[in-house]
């Protein structure tokens, strides 16, 4: 998965169409995958949340490299459903809410007594919520920073309330994450308990020694 993320990282920055732009939407994955690999020994993650995590990287490198405004694949739909924008930056929020549910999730229930409680869940929707906010500050910093430069980042298509619409998927995303995935990723975090335990509890092999060459 590794190996995944890196080529499409390597192919979203070949002549993306905004420099800038590329750079500000993929540096999540420059933090996240560095962070993953060098904490993977300590703290491996479920093969779920692996997935996800490669997942949203890629789309994240579609958004970075065509901006999120003119992914083809986003004017394929607006014009079949005959939408009166590109979907694709809606579709990349509700990944930002979705993809990131079950990272929190997992981060609570294997390092917080919130294993088993029922504020696991609504914890969990807050906190993506949280991000998404912030991720729109961060956004409005860009376009004060940037001024018209920003408007590829944004992605606002000329809608007033796209900030409202971005934090609003997220949310959506967020909560059909735990009510779609919560029972599985719980499996998945038991089988990662138990692998670890075993690994853990295997006894390490002493060298054996010959008796004749002892003697």
Avoid: K
Avoid at 14 to 22: A, G, I, K, L, N
Avoid at 46 to 63: F, M, S, W
Avoid at 66 to 85: C, E, H, N
């Amino acid at each position: 998965m590794v190996a995944l993320v890196v080529a499409g990282m390597a192919v979203s920055a070949w002549q993306p169409h905004d420099r800038t732009t590329w750079f500000l939407e993929t540096v999540w994955v420059f933090v996240g995958l560095p962070v993953i690999v060098l904490t993977w020994r300590r703290f491996p993650l479920t093969d779920l949340l692996c997935c996800l995590l490669a997942a949203h990287a890629l789309v994240l490198a579609v958004g970075g490299h065509y901006t999120y405004a003119q992914v083809p694949v986003g004017d394929w739909v607006r014009d079949t459903f005959g939408l009166s924008r590109n979907p694709y930056d809606r579709f990349g929020h509700l990944m930002q809410g979705f993809v990131p549910a079950v990272l929190v999730r997992e981060v609570l229930t294997r390092t917080s007594p919130l294993r088993g409680s029922r504020w696991l869940a609504p914890l969990t929707v807050c906190a993506c919520l949280a991000f998404s906010a912030l991720f729109e500050l961060f956004e409005w910093a860009a376009a004060v920073i940037g001024g018209h430069s920003a408007d590829a980042f944004l992605a606002t298509q000329g809608d007033v309330w796209d900030t409202q619409w971005d934090m609003f998927c997220a949310l959506i995303g967020a909560t059909v994450s735990v009510l779609l995935l919560g029972r599985i990723h719980d499996r998945r975090m038991a089988r990662l308990d138990v692998t670890g335990a075993a690994r853990a509890a295997a006894p390490t092999a002493a060298p054996r020694t010959s008796t004749a060459r002892t003697r």
